[in-house]
């Protein structure tokens, strides 16, 4: 399926803080999709992580940031160890992130969280949870 381009306006800044942030030359990436064939996390990818890469190249901000990849990637590098470009994809998946945090976006909200959840969830995963998906 073809990306469709919602915003026309090229949005250099964003390509230049993903790069700036994630220390990647994102247009190494030419689509191959081995990143998403490995991932573990893909079939829960509303977005492949391919297409997320090239959405960055585009400077498609939006589309990049609403979509849920960056959250759902799971950061366990297998895309990185696999990228025939040597494309540190986790890497850029952590810049999306950052760049949604810094808008004071919350992916999770810890006192939404019942006293029951957060006596039976275990501490490291709150704890990673709260490091990963909030500002
Ligand atoms: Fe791009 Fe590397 Fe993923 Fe291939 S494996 S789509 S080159 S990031």
Request: contains cysteine.
């Amino acid at each position: 399926m073809p990306i469709e381009i919602s915003d026309k306006t090229i949005k250099h800044e964003f390509i230049e803080r993903v790069s700036q942030l994630s220390g990647q030359d994102i247009f190494m990436c030419f689509q191959c999709g081995t990143c998403g064939g490995g991932c573990p996390m893909s079939g829960q990818m509303e977005t492949l992580p391919r297409r997320i890469m090239r959405m960055a190249q585009l400077g498609m901000e939006e589309d990049v940031t609403n979509s849920g990849t960056s959250w759902t990637c799971a950061s366990c590098h297998t895309c990185t160890a696999n990228c025939p470009r040597g494309v540190d994809l986790a890497k850029v998946m952590e810049a999306v992130r950052l760049l949604t945090l810094r808008k004071n976006i919350n992916m999770i909200d810890p006192s939404g969280l019942s006293a029951e959840m957060v006596r039976d969830l275990p501490q490291i995963a709150l704890v990673s949870c709260f490091r990963k998906l909030t500002s």
